[in-house]
């Protein structure tokens, strides 16, 4: 592919160069970005996952589909099929449910911290420092997960970006609504002037109470993860002891009315295997959608509802494997 060449007018004024200058190495820069994910995949897998956990579907897709496969010439009986796509939906879910749970940990230890950052961010701007140099010096502090990005936000100033520049990107790779509502607070301040410590000892104290909230919330819906784990395990006493007692004494009257063409012709042709695999198929579904549901209403969120699915599956599956 043959590049095109322009010929620059030498009539231009020096801030139409710049312009110029500037539209061209913004081209170079989104032709660099345009794989920067894929490179740094490749370079560090594992830390790539913990920051981007929908990759790991990638990685569990195939596995899924491969084992699918593979089961189903290996070990084919139509017994089993059951088994096989359940453990092929456990498999795809496995690795997204731990990287999506490492993920939410560490942004809610990025928000736990931001507002002891935000503090003494403020202090040394009190002190008479401008917000560079005091992201300098606190950049040294232990601030847990928050101080790999406060690090970056001082090398991103070091290389020329301006505060509010480095601060958007800081919000692109912590996109949390605090972190947002906190670095727009700052933003803000910093381009009206005046004293922006006190603005900042104020988006720390905004931020401490809505993650006090936060916790709060969680430590009460608590109670509905549990409430999700004891009616399922309530559901699943029930169905078990259906398909322990009810349905093969259901089985031996039908045994015995075979003959019978009167009131209970239906027992006559009851299937007791058909019956215990509904069963069975209803306490996989029950346990699976249970499990998300836990999840969204304890934490707020969607993807921490696979571990829920992934426990609450493996508990119906080992109750009708060992005790049917």
Not at 24 to 38: A, G, S
């Amino acid at each position: 592919m043959s590049r095109k060449k322009y010929k620059v007018n030498s009539n231009l004024t020096g801030s139409e160069l710049k312009k110029l200058e500037d539209y061209n190495i913004d081209i170079r820069l989104k032709n660099v970005q345009r794989y920067t994910k894929l490179k740094y995949f490749a370079k560090s897998p594992i830390k790539s996952l913990k920051e981007f956990p929908e990759y790991s579907f990638f990685f569990t897709l195939p596995l899924s589909v491969t084992f699918f496969i593979l089961a189903s010439i290996y070990i084919w009986d139509f017994t089993y099929i059951d088994d096989i796509v359940l453990f092929s939906v456990l498999i795809l879910l496995s690795i997204p449910a731990y990287t999506y749970h490492k993920k939410n940990n560490v942004i809610d230890d990025i928000e736990n911290n931001i507002s002891t950052f935000l503090r003494d961010l403020a202090e040394l701007n009190r002190a008479g420092q401008s917000l560079p140099q005091a992201l300098s010096k606190v950049s040294k502090n232990d601030y847990g997960e928050l101080t790999y990005h406060i690090t970056k936000l001082r090398r991103d100033l070091a290389w020329g970006m301006t505060f509010e520049e480095a601060l958007k990107d800081f919000v692109d790779r912590v996109d949390t609504q605090i972190i947002s509502r906190a670095t727009s607070i700052i933003i803000q301040a910093n381009r009206a002037g005046g004293r922006i410590s006190d603005v900042l000892l104020a988006a720390s104290k905004d931020t401490k109470n809505v993650k006090n909230m936060e916790k709060e919330r969680k430590s009460n819906m608590f109670i509905y993860v549990v409430i999700s784990y004891l009616s399922f395990l309530v559901f699943l006493f029930v169905v078990l002891l259906i398909s322990s007692t009810f349905i093969p004494m259901m089985s031996e009257v039908g045994d015995v009315g075979a003959a019978d063409t009167g009131n209970i012709q239906f027992l006559a042709t009851f299937d007791e295997a058909i019956f215990i695999q509904l069963m069975y198929h209803a306490s996989l579904i029950q346990g699976f959608f249970t499990g998300f549901v836990a999840g969204k209403m304890g934490e707020a969120k969607i993807s921490e509802g696979m571990k829920h699915a992934i426990v609450l599956t493996l508990i119906a599956w080992l109750s009708f494997t060992y005790l049917i």
